[in-house]
């Protein structure tokens, strides 16, 4: 809240927050809380986005109640933050999603292309503090986000 523009800003960011967590826990809620598949997952929390210019594509896996939640969050993040000043600003901007699982571990690639020129941020807002902060410790992971200037990258490698 502390970086926000406004209040009103600040109100729709944390409303698109608690939307995207409501629809996690709708996904797990189904299931009686004993996991979610990540393609739902990845569906849901991008579901405001216009879907001609997200494409997803991953191994079929049910992932844990805590990694459903923590990824909803952070591709709510990835998306909202390619909304304001990446890829999904532009009509022409596309974003990939793409995971794969290898002996324990989920690797989950974002890139963005088509946006404009990127840049490094001059301060740390709430995505990037959840990238680096809640994913390494809630998912024992790793998180790298690469400001190239043809579009963000964020690769996410998280043990299951």
């Not at 944390?14 to 809620?29: K, Y």
């Not at 490094?120 to 680096?132: I, Y």
Request: charged letters at 20%; hydrophobic letters at 40%.
């Amino acid at each position: 809240m502390r970086n926000a523009r406004d209040l009103p800003s600040a109100r729709q960011a944390v409303e698109q927050r608690i939307r995207s967590m409501a629809q996690a826990h709708d996904l797990l809620t189904m299931r009686a809380w004993t996991g979610a598949n990540l393609t739902d997952v990845a569906a849901r929390a991008l579901n405001a986005f216009s879907p001609a210019q997200v494409k997803t594509e991953g191994t079929d896996i049910t992932v844990s109640p805590k990694h459903a939640l923590a990824l909803s969050l952070t591709l709510h993040e990835l998306a909202t933050n390619a909304t304001k000043y990446g890829a999904l600003s532009h009509p022409e901007g596309r974003v990939s999603l793409r995971w794969t699982v290898q002996d324990g571990l989920l690797q989950l690639g974002w890139k963005e292309s088509g946006g404009p020129v990127v840049t490094p941020p001059t301060r740390k807002g709430f995505g990037t503090r959840l990238l680096e902060d809640i994913l390494i410790r809630d998912l024992g992971g790793q998180t790298k986000i690469d400001y190239h200037p043809s579009g963000l990258r964020c690769d996410i490698t998280a043990m299951l």
